[in-house]
């Protein structure tokens, strides 16, 4: 397609905190959006929140939302001109682009050969080799053969790194600090990442001890414009899953940052990029960075450079995708203070960050200066046990680093959520380490720094926090906290318990 298409009818291929956040971009813009649900999500918040909502099938995400036939079939049937197929499931699927291109729709991410040649990692390092974008030592090519892998890690020096040539989050991935090792973690990683990305090729990279995990935002249109909107420190994570984030990094020097920002536009150009996406970068403690690879859809994490930059990057893709030019060059972009962002999940981080699903008996977000949270739930939605267990994300914004934080550190005292377990505590925790506040990050910051013990209550608690979070719950839905907050105190808001015993266990 070319010229400009101006988009009407949105149709949103996702669900949850992401759908809400596209659906509140399209009705600023003037767009219809039109939301897609599985069983589990037929009373979610994304539903309501649409102009108009379809079911699409089973609770699985395998006869629903990554079900392309369905989705599409929604598309032809509400009128959409374009399906934005924000993170996760479809979102980096190169056949889900042709096929919306081939339906006649606009894709609301780039285009399916830029987005071939970045899921490939094998590929993608060829790439960024012609493109002159630094890379860790490794083999460009995938590797099967044992004694070729021990050869290879050899030249390279050990630790090393294997990793699945297609995929990521951490599977398909083994550390291997010896020759003896190589054979069965080849083997094991072959196999995880076959089982997880039906692709079992596998690469060998040199393994960078103690690294900072930072990436680069960029845009770019179908002109030719390419910019990249700064970096985002991306270093506390556990099961190589991203936990908190923040923008600016705190240890990038201007002539750093300049050089991460040119390789990133680098590696766009070098694929025909259009549109939001990141490239990933490790930074060794000698301030040396490598890529790592990149992600071709909007990042969960992409409030932080929103609240520096001033942009919505959401808009920004549509803007794109209709047609038109950025409307911003590089020298137009300055950063704006510093956004930390907590992701909040239904997890135990007490019991190695398990999911626990379960129905939000409370959810109280806080508020006040500088504080954004995207959820896609409520008080009284159900956490599924079919997807991400993401509750919401908590931004906080501040003219400094040091602000932001003290900020996040209240915000996450306000947060009130019972009837699932939470990474509230663990995030409480990083906000008052010295290690984070002094900036010395890693990526192995929690297997460092965290351990249960730090979390624990008794069980007595818990129950009777429980027993708390009930009454509330009964409480609201049969209409009588009203009038019981008014008999107990007027003047004040009201008596909560719930808050009251928070505060004790803090004390």
């Not at 089982?195 to 393994?207: H, L, P, Q």
């Not at 899953?241 to 536009?265: D, F, W, Y």
Request: glycine share 8%.
């Amino acid at each position: 397609m070319s010229g400009i298409h101006p988009i009407t009818t949105l149709l949103i291929a996702n669900r949850g905190e992401i759908a809400v956040r596209i659906i509140r971009t399209c009705r600023e813009l003037g767009i219809r959006s039109v939301a897609v649900y599985s069983e589990a999500d037929q009373r979610a918040l994304h539903v309501r929140m649409a102009d108009e909502a379809w079911p699409i099938g089973a609770a699985p995400a395998s006869e629903s939302y990554l079900v392309s036939d369905k989705i599409l079939a929604v598309a032809a049937a509400c009128g959409a001109d374009a399906i934005h197929p924000g993170y996760g499931f479809l979102s980096e699927s190169a056949d889900f682009a042709d096929a919306c291109t081939e339906a006649g729709l606009l894709f609301v991410g780039p285009p399916a050969a830029a987005i071939r040649k970045m899921g490939d990692k094998t590929a993608a390092r060829t790439l960024m080799e012609q493109a002159g974008v630094p890379m860790a030592p490794g083999t460009v090519d995938a590797i099967e053969d044992p004694g070729e892998a021990v050869r290879t890690a050899e030249d390279i020096g050990f630790p090393v790194l294997i990793k699945a040539a297609a995929g990521g989050g951490g599977k398909g991935m083994r550390i291997v600090r010896s020759a003896a090792d190589i054979a069965d973690a080849l083997t094991t990683a072959s196999r995880e990442a076959l089982s997880a990305f039906g692709d079992g090729r596998v690469f060998i990279e040199k393994y960078i001890d103690e690294p900072r995990h930072i990436e680069i935002q960029i845009m770019a249109d179908s002109h030719g414009n390419v910019v990249h909107l700064f970096e985002r420190e991306c270093s506390i994570q556990r099961r190589h899953q991203k936990v908190i984030e923040e923008a600016p990094s705190c240890v990038l020097t201007p002539q750093m940052r300049s050089r991460m920002g040119e390789a990133a536009i680098r590696a766009a150009r070098s694929c025909g990029y259009v549109g939001a996406g990141t490239v990933e970068f490790l930074l060794d403690p000698d301030g040396q960075f490598y890529f790592m690879e990149m992600n071709t859809r909007l990042q969960v994490e992409h409030p932080v450079t929103e609240c520096i930059t001033g942009l919505d990057l959401v808009a920004q893709q549509i803007h794109v995708a209709e047609g038109h030019a950025l409307t911003f060059a590089q020298d137009d972009l300055h950063i704006n203070g510093h956004a930390i962002e907590c992701r909040i999940y239904a997890e135990d981080p007490s019991a190695g960050f398990l999911p626990g699903p379960g129905t939000l008996l409370v959810h109280a977000p806080p508020s006040g200066p500088g504080v954004r949270l995207d959820s896609g739930v409520e008080e009284g939605s159900d956490i599924p046990i079919h997807y991400d267990p993401m509750i919401s994300k908590l931004t906080t914004w501040g003219a400094t680093r040091e602000q932001a934080v003290a900020r996040m550190a209240r915000a996450l005292d306000e947060y009130e959520i019972a009837g699932v377990p939470t990474t509230i505590g663990f995030c409480q925790f990083v906000m008052h380490h010295e290690a984070f506040n002094s900036g010395a990050l890693s990526t192995h910051f929690v297997d460092q720094y965290f351990t249960p013990e730090v979390l624990q209550i008794s069980d007595d608690t818990v129950r009777e926090n429980m027993a708390i979070a009930a009454a509330l719950y009964v409480d609201k839905f049969h209409h009588k906290a009203s009038q019981a907050v008014g008999e107990r105190n007027p003047s004040s808001g009201g008596f909560n318990p719930w808050r009251q015993q928070r505060r004790r266990l803090d004390s």
